[in-house]
């Protein structure tokens, strides 16, 4: 039977092609696309309005999903240089579309064993590339910030007795925001987050925090989760990963790692050597809509000891009573807040196998030398300063002229509307931040935003 629900085989090679050709359209305009939209232009309102009681045509209906679809900073183009640029490959676009029409429910691996082992060897095998022991596992979420609140109530099922208004959490500045924001969920106040200072390089000054801890004990506090950042937002900074690691195990203190940003150059030669000191973490955030590429929604967070994600997380109900446990996978919703869930292994699994790993290793390689050849000619403008040699792929500048002047410097660069940078603070200072990371970024493009950059800190 024909339903309007229920398009037939016709009907859906035709709506998809629909799709597929805006799309293939998309992809190819993205290089002479403007890297920022007009915004005194406005969005399309049509696409707002509430839907009609009948059916309409998808050709119009895309027309104006694309008035929508333009009103925005084009984060899916090679002149995205702000925050963290992941392009969204296109082969994770169809392991999405794989997964979503098969919809197998995964967060009991009774129901989808299949899909739930394909998506658990995707976890193991970042286990494996992060130097985790046997044991260890995690779990796909949508992003780090839910990655980091699964790992917060993990540390504090593991450390702490619980509540414990008297227990502290260690970070810097420099950590993420979403740490704060996460441990704000979990039912932590404030006075019990410790910023402990960094060094000029701002990475996290490691006998300070021995300092504060033993301090704390003192004073009758229950330190019990420190938090080292491997890649800082701002401006890319790897902590001292190795005594983090060496202060937790000494203190008994649960270490979160946040890779978010860096975790995806573990890949690598150079990433593996620069992020030494991880596999000691107990838990790992990284997102591979930041540095494996990825569209949007997904993160991972790994933990030394699977067990203690399960101890914070599982519970049950009478409605699940038919489930049957296998010992050989996870359950998936025993490791983290979700029930329902997306199954997310395809989005990764496809295009790791469709591209292999070298792929993978190549392109953030390629951004990486991108990121010092940048670096390299920044520094030798004389209206530029650049305080800070990258670690990764992030690189801050000021104007020589000052806070204002490098503030006009970013609108300048930006009106060009070929690349789109963003701002950070750097040791108080107004800086403008680049950052190459899309897949679709490469010399050409690297090039005309330096030359860019270059041209208005002339003029300031
Ligand atoms: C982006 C980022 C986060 C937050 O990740 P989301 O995926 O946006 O939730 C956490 N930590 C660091 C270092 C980041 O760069």
Known sequence: MHSELEPDRATRTLWAKGVLDYLDDFIDGLPAAPASWDRAAGASAAATEPPAAGPRPLPELLTQVDGSVAAAVETAGPGYLAYFPAGGLYSSVLGELLAQTVNRYTGVASTAPGLVGLEQSVV??????????????????????????????????ARLRWPD?????YLTEQTHH?????????GFTDDQLR???????????????????????????HPFLIVGTAGSTSTGTV????????LAADQGLWLHVDGAY?????????????????????SITFDPHKSLFLPYGTGVLLVRDQATLRAAHSADGDYLQDLVRDPGLPD???????????SRGLRLWLPL???????????????????????????????LDVPLRPDLTVIVAHSTAGDDATRRLLDRVNAGRRVFLSSTRVAGRYAIRLCVLSHRTHRDRVEEGVAAIRAAARRM
């Open 124 to 157: 193991r095998w970042f286990c494996r590339q992060f130097g985790l022991p046997h044991g260890a596992g995690g779990l796909i979420t949508t992003g780090a910030s839910l990655a980091t609140l699964t790992a917060v109530h993990a540390a504090r099922t």
């Open 165 to 169: 208004p008297k227990a502290a959490i």
């Open 178 to 186: 979403c740490v704060a924001k996460a441990a704000r969920i979990a």
């Open 195 to 221: 910023l402990v200072p960094v060094d000029a390089e701002l990475r996290m000054d490691v006998a300070a925090a021995r300092a504060a801890i033993e301090r704390d004990r003192a004073g009758e506090w």
């Open 239 to 246: 902590d001292p990963l190795p005594e983090i690691a060496a």
């Open 262 to 282: 860096g975790g995806g150059f573990q890949l690598t030669e150079y990433g593996r050597s620069l992020l030494a000191g991880v596999e000691l973490a107990d």
């Open 332 to 342: 998936f919703a025993d490791l983290g807040p979700e029930l329902t869930r997306d």
């Open 353 to 383: 196998h469709l591209h292999g790993v070298e792929a993978f290793r190549a392109a953030l390689d390629e951004k990486l030398e991108l990121a010092r050849w940048a670096y390299d000619e920044l520094r030798s403008d004389p209206h």
